[in-house]
């Protein structure tokens, strides 16, 4: 309903004539943006679903100043598209991926071995698999000649449900009497393939862009590429680490013990994506 406003004059600011035909013609817009939406939903499928996969590219971005982080990661993800059509051209995706990411860190971290404790320099090399569901806004050309162009934004919920690692660590300083003691002369450790889910937060959010192709060959049926960039909002580690002095290398220690921090980094992947859609 439309009230009627009263001018200073006390005269309605339109009449009853006027805001009968204003009501008749909204009501009439309304019906016709209905019916235009019913027609055009039968020009193009509202859904569209397929099959993906997407080798990466996976680092560590860190958010402490005492990690450091190095080499990027050759990383799998694969999954299943999910595009809910609302007009030819827009769309919301989703569907289920399942995302590898990770990458190197080193830092030093305190170690409990054989009841004596050390100072560790650690090098970690982590793969991290997650269930991720993605929402985002697709927008799509119109077909040119078999070719339709595609970006996408939005974000992702990921699900921990593995994590494993490579390391290798040398013992840096043990502690002797209360005192800690810079070693020499050890080898280092080294280990493959370890679980280290208890070290890991179990949620994952990300922010997802991407763009592309689709390649029409047979009615609704399409090969699709593109580049997808998926960047963590949120940490994803757990524990501490000991900082460092300013040389980066040396711990820093306080009423002779080291000074720890929260280990916080988040992954990113830019991915090649490339599936087909029905």
């Given at each position: 309903?439309?009230?009627?406003?009263?001018?200073?004059?006390?005269?309605?600011a339109?009449?009853?004539?006027?805001?009968?035909?204003?009501?008749?013609?909204?009501?009439?817009?309304?019906?016709?943006?209905?019916?235009?939406?019913?027609l055009?939903?039968?020009?193009?499928?509202?859904?569209?679903?397929?099959?993906?996969?997407?080798?990466?590219?996976?680092?560590?971005?860190?958010?402490s100043?005492?990690?450091?982080?190095?080499?990027?990661?050759?990383?799998?993800?694969?999954?299943?598209?999910?595009?809910?059509?609302?007009?030819?051209?827009?769309?919301?995706?989703?569907?289920?991926?399942?995302?590898?990411?990770?990458?190197?860190?080193?830092?030093?971290?305190?170690?409990?071995?054989?009841?004596?404790?050390?100072?560790?320099?650690?090098?970690?090399?982590?793969?991290?698999?997650?269930?991720?569901?993605?929402?985002?806004?697709?927008?799509?050309?119109?077909?040119?000649?078999?070719?339709?162009?595609?970006?996408?934004?939005?974000?992702?919920?990921?699900?921990?449900?593995?994590?494993?690692?490579?390391?290798?660590?040398?013992?840096?300083?043990?502690?002797?009497g209360?005192?800690?003691?810079?070693i020499?002369?050890?080898?280092n450790?080294?280990?493959?393939?370890?679980?280290?889910?208890?070290?890991i937060?179990?949620?994952?959010?990300?922010?997802?862009m991407?763009?592309?192709?689709?390649?029409?060959?047979?009615?609704?049926?399409?090969?699709?590429?593109?580049?997808v960039?998926?960047?963590?909002?949120?940490?994803v580690?757990?524990?501490?680490?000991?900082?460092?002095?300013?040389?980066?290398?040396?711990?820093?220690?306080?009423?002779?013990?080291?000074?720890?921090?929260?280990?916080?980094?988040?992954?990113?992947?830019?991915?090649?994506?490339?599936?087909?859609?029905f």
């Open positions: 309903m439309i009230d009627l406003e009263l001018k200073s004059a006390g005269e309605p339109i009449t009853e004539k006027e805001y009968k035909s204003m009501k008749n013609i909204t009501w009439l817009t309304f019906a016709l943006v209905l019916a235009a939406a019913e055009s939903a039968q020009d193009f499928n509202k859904y569209r679903f397929g099959f993906k996969i997407e080798p990466n590219m996976s680092w560590f971005n860190p958010k100043n005492y990690l450091d982080a190095s080499d990027n990661k050759l990383r799998f993800t694969f999954g299943l598209n999910a595009d809910f059509h609302f007009t030819e051209n827009y769309a919301i995706g989703s569907g289920m991926n399942v995302l590898t990411t990770g990458g190197e860190l080193s830092y030093l971290r305190l170690l409990y071995e054989n009841g004596q404790d050390y100072i560790a320099k650690t090098t970690r090399d982590y793969a991290l698999k997650y269930v991720e569901v993605p929402l985002t806004l697709k927008l799509r050309t119109n077909e040119i000649g078999y070719i339709t162009y595609w970006g996408q934004f939005g974000v992702g919920l990921g699900v921990k449900v593995d994590a494993s690692m490579d390391e290798t660590y040398s013992y840096e300083y043990e502690k002797i209360g005192a800690w003691e810079p020499s002369g050890k080898e450790v080294e280990s493959e393939d370890v679980n280290v889910s208890s070290d937060r179990p949620l994952r959010i990300a922010l997802i991407g763009a592309g192709i689709e390649y029409s060959f047979s009615g609704s049926t399409a090969l699709m590429a593109g580049l960039f998926n960047n963590g909002f949120t940490n580690l757990k524990r501490n680490g000991v900082q460092t002095q300013s040389n980066g290398s040396e711990p820093t220690f306080e009423s002779d013990a080291p000074k720890e921090y929260d280990l916080n980094a988040i992954t990113n992947s830019l991915a090649l994506s490339v599936g087909i859609l």
